[in-house]
């Protein structure tokens, strides 16, 4: 019985110390959320109103564009997925691992050739376990991603975009990230960066009741959507950066509470099986102090006839 005692002090130590950590975990990751809120929030405007310059030059010119003009046969597209460096964050990975893998297999459906790009470690070597080819790759960034990171990302896939199809580059440029909806709610989305949808553009002026206004542009509106091109990919991808930080973070902070309050209930399994033991304990030493007592006094009954 002893053993089994000091076996299960010893589990409890144990668990306690992981609670102590998992509980530390979840209270940083609340106190990051915050912070990444705050960015999204910052972000928005800018975002927005690039939205509205790239859509306002679009519908007042008729100039052939990547940033606006679809190809008649996409051949090429490539993916942006955004995944953690870190894991103890529930689904949150894997959620939005799946929703790439849906969406390649879509475009490969439709006969088009995928280029992936990948941020974090965790898609990193979900696709390098899996051999598969990743065009290129960005991590140590996600937890606090910043502006230049955006840039950095956005540079090759700027340059893809920009290129001939027959020359290595692409007709279409997808990102893959985690939308933050709230602090319990995150979902993965998919979305089309380039070409961009003008008829769901101003379908969503359109619902605003917001008249766009009309512009000249000099030199030319195509020189206009060359300098908008960097600039809107690298919003579009920064925002999404920011959105997927804030849902990691409240991924672990839920994960880390859900392991907080396991750890405690399966703490109070194994006080209430070692004050059982105890109690086993306790009883067999007293039924082996009140046997030896009987067996004394017989002996010294039968000592006295």
Do not use: C
């Not at 998919?190 to 070409?195: I, Q, W």
């Amino acid at each position: 019985m002893g053993a089994q005692l000091r076996v299960y002090k010893r589990r409890i130590r144990a668990v306690t110390a992981t609670k102590k950590i998992t509980k530390a975990m979840e209270m940083i990751a609340a106190a990051r959320i915050v912070k990444a809120q705050r960015k999204v929030a910052a972000s928005m405007p800018y975002a927005n109103e690039l939205n509205r310059a790239v859509t306002a030059v679009a519908t007042g010119s008729d100039t052939d564009h990547p940033l606006t003009t679809e190809a008649e046969t996409p051949t090429r597209a490539a993916i942006l997925l955004v995944t953690s460096d870190r894991g103890l964050a529930g689904g949150y990975s894997s959620n939005v691992l799946k929703a790439a893998e849906r969406l390649t297999e879509r475009l490969r459906g439709e006969g088009k050739e995928v280029d992936t790009y990948i941020v974090g470690r965790k898609g990193v070597a979900y696709y390098g376990f899996r051999e598969r080819k990743i065009a290129d790759s960005w991590t140590g960034f996600t937890d606090s991603p910043t502006y230049a990171d955006a840039k950095r990302v956005a540079a090759p896939l700027i340059e893809a975009v920009i290129t001939e199809t027959a020359e290595g580059g692409v007709d279409e440029l997808h990102i893959v990230f985690t939308e933050f909806v709230s602090m319990m709610t995150q979902n993965p989305v998919e979305n089309r960066m380039l070409p961009l949808s003008l008829d769901k553009v101003e379908k969503e002026e359109g619902a605003k009741a917001e008249i766009l206004p009309l512009f000249e542009f000099e030199p030319s509106a195509e020189d206009v959507l060359d300098a908008l091109l960097p600039r809107y990919v690298e919003s579009r991808i920064y925002n999404a950066l920011l959105q997927a930080a804030a849902s990691e973070h409240a991924a672990r902070r839920r994960a880390m509470k859900s392991a907080t309050d396991n750890a405690g209930d399966l703490i109070k399994n194994l006080s209430r099986l070692a004050n059982a033991a105890r109690q086993a304990e306790i009883t067999q030493e007293i039924s082996e102090i009140v046997g030896g007592s009987s067996a004394l006094a017989d002996a010294n009954a039968g000592s006295d006839k």
